[in-house]
């Protein structure tokens, strides 16, 4: 069970002034991180592309960006690009708000499945997704070339109002 907050959260739009943070963010949470200029390409190049931050607000101490969501929409399809959060506030629920937006968004823009892939060792990526109604449906051998390690795919279907109220709205 995530540890209760001690801060406000916004979940939003990435911006410019956001990409450095993002970039970041990325680069401390995987071992295989996005290059430096593709959240900037995300933004402004890649017309099917959805990105949001967590912001949250600390009392005295401004905003500060702590996660990143990025999904693709292609058709009736949504793809879950890449997610991360700041390892100092994970566990408390911000990756769990970042899914939810990203799953409001598939819906409004029409998406009828959400796919992704995830490394097989990451329990906590894997549980995340799961509470979101996806389910393991195949696995790319050594599909990552750091360790050799496979990837799973996970996908969800039936996306819509339905699905919203089953698996989004008492998350989010
Ligand atoms: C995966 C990640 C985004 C989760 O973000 P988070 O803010 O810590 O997640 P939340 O606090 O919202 O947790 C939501 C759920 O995820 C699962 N989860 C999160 N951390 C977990 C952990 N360490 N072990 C097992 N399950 C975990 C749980 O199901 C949790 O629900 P619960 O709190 O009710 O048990 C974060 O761990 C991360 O950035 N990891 C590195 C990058 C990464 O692996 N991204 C995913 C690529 S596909």
Do not use: C
Not at 79 to 90: C, E, K, N, Q, S
Not at 100 to 122: D, I, Y
Not at 145 to 151: F, K, S
């Amino acid at each position: 069970m995530a540890s209760s907050l001690k801060f406000g959260i916004d979940i939003r739009p990435m911006r410019d002034e956001d990409l450095a943070r993002v970039s970041a963010i990325d680069q401390i949470s995987f071992s295989q991180p996005w290059p430096d200029d593709a959240y900037r390409y995300e933004l402004h190049n890649n017309p099917k592309s959805r990105s949001f931050v967590a912001e949250i607000r600390k009392t005295n101490k401004g905003l500060e960006v702590v996660g990143v969501i990025v999904v693709w929409l292609i058709l009736d399809e949504a793809h879950i690009a890449t997610l991360a959060v700041d390892p100092g506030y994970r566990g408390k629920g911000i990756g769990r708000k970042l899914v939810a937006e990203a799953m409001k968004e598939a819906v409004r823009q029409g998406a009828n499945v959400a796919t992704l892939e995830v490394r097989a060792s990451n329990d906590a990526a894997r549980s995340l997704y799961q509470d979101f109604g996806f389910k393991v449906v195949g696995r790319r051998l050594r599909y990552y070339l750091d360790n050799g390690e496979d990837a799973i795919l996970m996908t969800v279907d039936g996306l819509g109002e339905m699905y919203l109220d089953q698996f989004v709205h008492q998350q989010s």
